[in-house]
T-cell receptor, first 118, second 114 residues
């Protein structure tokens, strides 16, 4: 079974600074997706960024980028120029892409609570 | 615009009651999911469905069942609610095909069982 580990229950960063959230995972699959989701106080889960395992290039979405280390099974999220609106719970998630009958749900980490200090 | 709706934001039920949590998506997605979210545990998959009347168990199906009679609707059923089922429940949907990556989430239902 796949597992996703987020070792930082809470992180705090000054507004406009850069913060990195850590995520490691365990899988025997060779092809899969990795995701970072954001959950603000409104509780609505929002997809921040995704990475396909077969791609060597790290994904980037505006101020959000990832450092994907496939051999190390590491998938960290970097938020540059932090803004107050970035304050939220951040979840790392995994989904395999291999066929196996039926749809596969996401396996989530326990989350990191990100605090932005003004 | 993509939309997943859940019937209630907050729900309070008594121990032993039968509870229905409803989820509707308007994107004609084949796949639908129910997750449970607890502090310090993240989200855990309860059940998913990849077609009408089809369902598969997720990681924590005990105490739950599901129903999918129409493509757009996926119901989570607590046959006899217990206090340890007090939690946040999130529904999600995704288009068919393993290459489709994004799951769209509903706003969640916070269920309290007393």
């Amino acid at each position: 079974a796949q597992t996703v580990t987020q070792s930082q229950p809470e992180m705090s960063v000054q507004e406009a600074e850069t913060v990195t959230l850590s995520c490691t995972y365990d899988t025997s699959e060779s092809d899969y997706y990795l995701f970072w989701y954001k959950q603000p106080p409104s509780r609505q889960m929002i997809l921040v960024i995704r990475q396909e395992a077969y791609k060597q290039q790290n994904a980037t979405e505006n101020r959000f980028s990832v450092n994907f280390q496939k051999a190390a099974k590491s998938f960290s999220l970097k938020i540059s120029d932090s803004q107050l609106g970035d304050a939220a719970m951040y979840f790392c998630a995994y989904r395999r892409t291999s066929s196996g009958g039926g749809a596969d749900g996401l396996t989530f980490g326990k989350g990191t609570h990100l605090i932005i200090q003004p | 615009d993509v939309k997943v709706t859940q019937s209630s934001r907050y729900l309070v039920k008594r121990t032993g009651e039968k509870v229905f949590l409803e989820c509707v998506q308007d994107m004609d997605h084949e796949n639908m999911f129910w997750y449970r979210q607890d502090p310090g545990l993240g989200l855990r998959l309860i059940y998913f469905s990849y077609d009408v009347k089809m369902k598969e168990k997720g990681d924590i199906p005990e105490g739950y069942s599901v129903s999918r009679e129409k493509k757009e609707r996926f119901s989570l059923i607590l046959e006899s609610a217990s206090t340890n089922q007090t939690s946040m429940y999130l529904c999600a949907s995704r288009a068919g095909g393993l290459a489709e990556y994004e799951q769209y989430f509903g706003p969640g239902t916070r269920l309290t069982v007393t």
